[in-house]
């Protein structure tokens, strides 16, 4: 894996998501507009994920040493649950100001200028190119953490699609409480984040199984010299699985028969699910 190159689109899309937050959050501070405010929200938070992405990978490019002998991948889902933190309360803020906004949207009403329009725009256009890019390098490159970027970046095309929206009918004369309920409309997308960040981070913090065992067994069992193989464990994260696993053998087979078939293990489990990077094998005798 290319670790330089990867580092290099997470820089880049993480200028682009901040070049898009500053122009969405100054266009809401200047119209007073709350969709578009939290919109921008949205999306500097967008760029924090790349920065997780970018500590990831640093700490991913670091060997397994003493103190951390299974090496050091946990330390992007700390990274992780310390944004989900601070996007709770960037979303608590929002939903302050959807309140606030409505208890003076009869007096109060946002200045949508021509030029907002043109900017919104240009900021979907934006998101467009960066998932689109990102995903095709992710595949380029067979990085995790690209794609599922790639992948949270296409949520802007609904929720600034829906801040569009919004501008437009105040624009044309209806209610000004179509901000407010567009800008709740993104709270649910910040809360959808928030909840895949803390399932995502949950799983490889908790260990959580990632193979079905079954697939494992079946790989193990076909290999020749293996009567059954059991206490299959999987841990880690989805680029990079931690296998234990116990097989029986033979018990009359030489220490150096076993040690063949336990890499020959090894070779197919690779080739079959190449997700998983470490494996541990167990041999007992029948």
């Not at 979303?91 to 007096?107: A, H, L, P």
């Not at 150096?256 to 167990?282: G, L, R, S, T």
Request: a negative charge; proline letters at 3%; charged letters at 20%.
């Amino acid at each position: 894996m290319n670790f330089r190159e990867i580092k290099s689109v997470l820089w880049l899309i993480l200028i682009l998501n901040w070049i898009v937050a500053a122009s969405k959050i100054l266009l809401g501070v200047l119209t007073g507009t709350i969709s578009i405010l939290s919109d921008g929200i949205h999306s500097f938070f967008d760029g924090t994920t790349n920065i997780v992405g970018i500590i990831g990978i640093k700490f991913a490019e670091k060997p397994a040493d003493t103190d951390h002998p299974y090496g050091h991948r946990k330390y992007e889902a700390i990274a992780s649950q310390i944004i989900l933190f601070f996007l709770i309360i960037a979303g608590w803020e929002i939903v302050k100001n959807i309140f606030e906004k409505i208890s003076e949207s009869v007096t109060i009403h946002p200045n949508i200028v021509p030029i907002a329009f043109a900017i919104l725009t240009c900021c979907l256009l934006i998101d467009i190119f960066v998932a689109r890019y990102e995903y095709k390098k992710g595949i380029e490159l067979k990085s995790t953490i690209l794609k599922a970027d790639a992948l949270h970046t296409k949520s802007h095309y609904i929720t600034t699609g829906a801040v569009i929206l919004g501008a437009l009918l105040i624009k044309i004369g209806l209610p000004t409480i179509i901000d407010p309920i567009i800008a709740s409309f993104v709270v649910v997308f910040i809360g959808k984040l928030a909840f895949n960040i803390f399932k995502e981070t949950s799983s490889v913090l908790s260990d959580k199984a990632l193979v079905d065992i079954r697939k494992i067994k079946k790989i193990v069992e076909s290999v020749n010299g293996v009567n059954s193989c059991h206490q299959i464990r999987t841990r880690g994260d989805e680029d990079h699985i931690f296998l234990d696993i116990h097989i029986i053998v033979d018990p009359n087979l030489f220490l150096k028969k076993v040690h063949a078939i336990c890499h020959q293990i090894e070779d197919e489990v690779e080739k079959e699910i190449p997700e998983i990077k470490d494996i541990m094998i167990h041999p007992e005798p029948s």
